[in-house]
């Protein structure tokens, strides 16, 4: 794999370790960073993030990382929470997000079935999803959340626990996993190995 | 669908790897990192690795090897023994742990499950109960500082009681350890995980009694539990992952195929 400056946004949250770990088993070497420089000027962006919506952009603010969040270019992945960040709004907490995919966040409705919807569950692309690439047409995903994206035009994987949400959703050169794919076995190291692949054209659309 | 966790736990000690019996009379298994990787390959969905001494040693024993784990394997996995303020638990998720495990330490300031909720986010806090059956009273009591046998006590808490108490206080999951079966593998206790599944609206995970591929299929069918966790049965060989997730699924469970 061709050598690339990725860096993994410091939000100082609990799957930063993994994420890491992730990244190095593919043999990168990722770079953990709050500089709002060092961001915006790498090849490619993670935004991972466990909690509460609220409490990560009142992080994200606090490290006036807000602005060059919106501003990037790059590849961006949004992990689990960081992907609900990428939307203009979560109901966790009623707040306003990064606003870089127009989506929503909005309460899993699960119906009987237990919450959070914790363990392994299939995720289906919708339409062409370069994150999705060379896997089975079904592939099994790590998902441990209570709130979710709602389907919409943004949507580029599903999945179903109770009701359809998005599993993955997409804007330019955004993209947002709700899953985990850093622990995710193989389907998940192929995704992030596909992240790090992404080409100019992949990102234009 | 969602899938059935087959959830393979490890009892470490001093670093390694242990099993009792009745949570008693523990021995030797190996060490920590090569049975993690192997259950990781061989289809485990999750692991669980309880550091049997902490609680009842009233100290944080060296937790160096969360971190070794975590760069190994890419399933996720849980820590639990010991974990008893912000900063324990801050270290040892930090070290790339996706959840945290409570079980004494909520009995002693049940505040804490709050305090963690609040902090770190239901989805990594995970409380474990050790219930045991009393056939005098006929009721379900739930005991603390399981790991070490001159310790173990009952507290005053019934189990359905206290499961409902770190529901309220915002716990994420539940593994439900019954102290009776444990190590017996004679069988889950589908009475007493069924009875409580109806007061858990968090995942629920089975503990206590695996010996036979068919106690999973039970289990799963009869008390709908999220999760089934086993050792003996794993680490001394008796089940194979594979052959056990092939039986699983040929059975209808939904399982993650290995």
Redesign the interface.
Known sequence: MTQQNLVIVDTAC?????VR??F??LGVIPEVTADAARIAAADRVILPG???AQAAMRNLQRLELVETLQNLQQPVLGICLGMQLLTDWSAEGEVNCLGVIPAKTVRLQAGE??????????VTAIGDNPLLRNMDAEA?F?????FAVAKDDSTIAQC??GQEFAAMIRHKNYFGAQF?P?????A??QLLKNFLELTDADTRA | ?????IIPCLDVRNGEVVKGVQFRNHEVIGAIEPLAERY?QAGA??LVFYDITASSDARVVDKSWV?RI??LI???FTVAGGISSIAHAQEI????A?KISINSPALRDPNLINTLVEE?????IVIGIDSFYNAETNAYEVYQFTGDETRTQKTAWQTRDWLREVIARGA??IVLNCMNQDGVRKGYDIDQLKMLRAD?????IASGGAGSIEHFEQVFEQADV??ALAASVFHKGMIEIKALKQSLQRAGIAI??V
Not at chain 1, 113 to 122: D, I, R
Not at chain 2, 1 to 5: C, H, I, S, V, Y
Not at chain 2, 200 to 204: A, D, E, I, T
């Open positions: 609990a799957n930063l370790s993994s770990f992730a190095e088993r466990v909690g509460t079935l237990p919450l959070p919807h914790m363990g392994w569950n299939t099994w790590y998902f441990v959340h209570s179903d626990y985990h850093e622990r995710s076995g193989n998940g190291a | 669908m969602l899938a059935k966790r990781a969905d999750e971190e975590a760069r890419d399933i996720p998720l930090a070290m790339g996706d770190f986010g239901q989805q990594c994420g999951e858990c609206p968090v995942p629920l999220d999760g993650r195929p």
